[in-house]
Nanobody, 123 residues
């Protein structure tokens, strides 16, 4: 049973930074893309960013480009989301996802989802 466990969420002031982590276990993750999504209260879940297995390819939502960075450590089966210059609009539950490739993740077609971690940004 594949499990994705996020950590690193919390409360931060606007302009601050947080780094989320997502550890994968219970399966084989070779050649799998990983990504991040978020869902704010009353809104649909939206794509944040994704990274290929090799780490050579990354894609971001326009709303986070230049502020958020995805990276991964395949030896640890872990993906990270570095979030800088946080804004109140970034406040949401952030979900980690595992998928066949970055294109499918960009379309929201994940094979597995984490349980989410709350990010709160105060103004």
């Amino acid at each position: 049973q594949v499990q994705l466990v996020e950590s690193g969420g919390g409360l931060v002031q606007a302009g601050g930074s947080l780094r989320l982590s997502c550890a994968a276990s219970g399966g084989t993750f070779s050649n799998r893309a990983m990504g991040w999504f978020r869902q704010a209260p009353g809104k649909e879940r939206e794509f944040v960013g994704t990274i290929s297995w090799s780490g050579d390819s990354t894609y971001y939502a326009d709303s986070v480009k230049g502020r958020f960075t995805i990276s991964r450590d395949n030896a640890k089966n872990t993906v990270y989301l570095q979030m800088n210059s946080l804004k109140p609009v970034d406040m949401a539950i952030y979900y980690c996802a595992l998928g066949e490739n970055t294109l499918k993740l960009r379309l929201g077609e994940a094979e597995y989802w984490g349980q989410g971690t709350q990010v709160t940004v105060s103004s």
